[in-house]
């Protein structure tokens, strides 16, 4: 069997989602697992999701996957349905849609359901990417008041383009936005990402929607989840299937990139980009031989990848090398990529094979 595994640690993820919950206060929580749990595999994450108050993904297919692996939670449809055949099943399955557009309210008009769905309307208060501008909002309630087929108890929302720098004054600026529109209504509201739940404390509101914060990844600037209390859920590991003595001036790897300066002891680990590993992770990123950080030499290719592991002469063929995860922040590595570690998690692609790890939880 190929080496190339994800472990992922259930008992971390729960750890993550009772700090979500201690930090959001008396906010209520929608687990974000969209993107197959953030690359995670989002069915196999439920047992670890029993404290959660629902689960936020991106469209029908997602809830549906999640359904049938038995989550019982509401399941909340964050970009809502994009054809009107969605709703029927969404009120048969306990799926709440998200409303951020014109047509969605013209098919909620036109659906005759067996029981209302419960609509959380989205509020366009600076992202400009889904939303109704605050002054529509009220024309887009009455609409939606009026509708046989939405459950009342509305809920508003919005979504923050910046809330990982803290103090910054688009997040201010947004936030009041959102309040003024939200006042006087009475409805339930919700502003926070993992950003905002961390740093914008005045925003908690009734309900939160934590994503990368869950699978231990601080989403603000410069600072790693432990740094946050989070431990890391998906640990990327591998072993050395080679090892080789380079000597002064010979060349490693697709185009050479990286040489020898003096005779080096080269481990080669069975990862690539091909498993999702970056290909633009440069020479110099770190990993982890043995526990013990070790530098890439040379062009990430798509099954393998190269160790200059000149700090390490007992190395052999076979030994543990950790990519991310436990020891390692993917922040780090996301940093060296020069993307972000959402992406990085998204994109373990289906050959990694996926060991589940699970332990008590926590008192
Ligand atoms: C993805 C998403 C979230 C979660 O964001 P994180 O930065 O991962 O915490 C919350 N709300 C909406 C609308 C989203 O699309």
Not at 147 to 175: K, N, W, Y
Not at 212 to 241: F, K
């Amino acid at each position: 069997m190929r080496p190339a595994t994800a472990v992922i640690d259930l008992a971390a993820l729960r750890h993550n989602l009772a700090v979500a919950k201690a930090r959001a206060g008396g906010a209520r929580v929608v687990a974000v697992v969209k993107a197959n749990g953030y690359g995670h595999g989002a069915a196999r994450l439920l047992p670890a999701l029993g404290a959660a108050d629902m689960l936020g993904v991106a469209c029908i297919e997602e809830a549906l996957g999640l359904r049938e692996a038995g989550a019982v939670q509401t399941i909340l449809l964050m970009e809502g349905v994009f054809e009107a055949d969605e709703l029927p099943l969404c009120a048969r399955l306990g799926f709440d849609i998200v409303v951020h557009e014109p047509g969605q309210i013209r098919m909620l008009e036109q659906a005759r359901l067996d029981h209302p769905l419960a609509v959380w309307l989205k509020i366009n208060t600076g992202m400009n990417r889904l939303g109704f501008r605050p002054e529509e909002v009220p024309a887009a309630l009455d609409r939606l008041q009026g509708c046989v087929a939405v459950a009342s108890g509305i809920r508003l929302m919005t979504h923050f383009a910046s809330a990982d720098e803290p103090s910054s004054p688009a997040t201010r600026e947004q936030i009041r936005r959102f309040a003024a529109t939200a006042e006087g209504l009475g409805l339930e509201r919700s502003f926070c990402n993992s950003a905002g739940l961390l740093a914008w404390p005045e925003a908690h509101a009734e309900w939160v929607r934590p994503g990368i914060m869950l699978y231990g990844v601080s989403p603000l600037e410069g600072r790693t989840g432990a740094e946050e209390g989070l431990r890391p859920v998906m640990t990327l590991e591998t072993r050395l299937i080679a090892v080789r003595e380079v000597r002064a001036g010979e060349a490693v790897g697709y185009a050479g990139t990286w040489r020898a300066e003096a005779p080096t002891r080269i481990g080669i680990a069975a990862m690539g980009y091909g498993d999702g590993y970056p290909r633009h992770a440069p020479s110099g990123t770190p990993v982890l031989v043995n526990g013990s950080e070790a530098p890439l030499a040379g062009r990430v290719s798509m099954d393998m990848l190269a160790i200059d592991l000149s700090g390490q002469p007992e190395a052999r063929v076979g030994d543990p090398v950790i990519l991310w995860g436990a020891g390692l922040p993917v922040e780090t590595i996301a940093a060296a990529a020069g993307t972000i570690a959402y992406e990085l998690l998204c994109g373990i692609t289906g050959r990694v094979h996926v060991e589940l790890r699970d332990g008590p939880p926590p008192d």
